[in-house]
């Protein structure tokens, strides 16, 4: 198993853990004990584990904003899933979005998944 850490500076960046190596049933095992804020991800045997900075959060609520803005406006239903975890083991791979949603009625998948890429509030 390796393991290596992006811990820098932790008011501007992400906090991500990647572990390399590891199997579909130890993400599942990772993935269902997460007790953390942490959104966990896993593809091609590796882990990644990634705690939102203020300015991640921030981004995806104005994100947010502006997609139920924007339904609200052009009247379309909408349903709000959240990070919903997102798998397949067929694919072996494995998301958790920050967040998702289903237009016109409520599904399984969403119709919809935004994840924030943030590293840096300095180009």
Wanted: hydrophobic share 30%.
């Amino acid at each position: 198993m390796f393991i290596t850490s992006n811990l820098i500076n932790l008011d501007d960046k992400d906090r991500i853990l990647t572990i390399s190596n590891l199997s579909w049933e130890e993400y599942l095992k990772i993935s269902d004990n997460n007790q953390t804020s942490a959104k966990v991800s896993y593809l091609n045997g590796e882990i990644k584990l990634v705690s939102p900075s203020l300015n991640h959060k921030k981004i995806k609520e104005f994100i947010t904003y502006l997609i139920e803005t924007y339904c609200d406006l052009k009247d379309i239903d909408f349903y709000h899933i959240g990070s919903t975890t997102l798998s397949s083991q067929e694919k072996k791979v494995g998301k958790e979005p920050d967040c998702s949603y289903c237009f016109g009625k409520d599904k399984s998948i969403p119709d919809l998944a935004v994840e924030v890429v943030f590293s840096s509030r300095n180009p």
